[in-house]
Nanobody, 125 residues
Framework: QEQLVESGGGLVQAGGSLRLSCAVS????????MGWFRQAPGKEREFVAA????????LYADSVKGRFTISADYAKNTVYLQMNSLKPEDTAVYYC??????????????????WGQGTQVTVSS
C-alpha cells in the first residue's frame, strides 16, 4: 500500500529552523520524484521543493531558495525538508507528495499521485 507519512512540524520563532521528514512506502521507486508543498489558510496549495529519487536533481520555489533544502535518504526511504531562516509567511500545512514521472520534475500539485496527511508549521514573529 502506497503511503507517505510526514513528521517534524511544530511552532518556531522567526529565524529558527525545522526539519520535516516524509517516510515513503511505495511498491516501486522507479521513475519517481518527491515533492513538498504547503497550504496556508485561505490560499491554494503551492510548490516548495522537489527531488528526483534517482539522481537527486532538486528544484525549489523562489520563495524558499537559499533557505530550504530537500534531500533523500534512500536507505531509510525518507525525504527531508530542512527549513532555515523561517519567516512568518512560511506558516502553513506542509505536505509530502510522490509523482510518477519519467523525466520532468513537476511543480504543480495536480501532477502528483500520492499525498501525505500534512504537518503544521507555525512561525511566530
Amino acid at each position: 500500500q502506497e503511503q507517505l507519512v510526514e513528521s517534524g512540524g511544530g511552532l518556531v520563532q522567526a529565524g529558527g529552523s525545522l526539519r520535516l521528514s516524509c517516510a515513503v512506502s511505495l511498491r516501486t521507486y522507479s521513475y519517481l520524484a518527491m515533492g513538498w508543498f504547503r497550504q496556508a489558510p485561505g490560499k491554494e496549495r503551492e510548490f516548495v521543493a522537489a527531488i528526483r529519487w534517482s539522481g537527486g536533481t532538486t528544484l525549489y520555489a523562489d520563495s524558499v531558495k537559499g533557505r530550504f533544502t530537500i534531500s533523500a535518504d534512500y536507505a531509510k526511504n525518507t525525504v527531508y525538508l530542512q527549513m532555515n531562516s523561517l519567516k512568518p509567511e512560511d506558516t502553513a500545512v506542509y505536505y509530502c507528495a510522490a509523482d510518477r514521472t519519467i523525466v520532468v520534475v513537476h511543480t504543480t500539485a495536480g501532477d502528483y499521485d500520492y499525498w501525505g496527511q500534512g504537518t503544521q508549521v507555525t512561525v511566530s514573529s
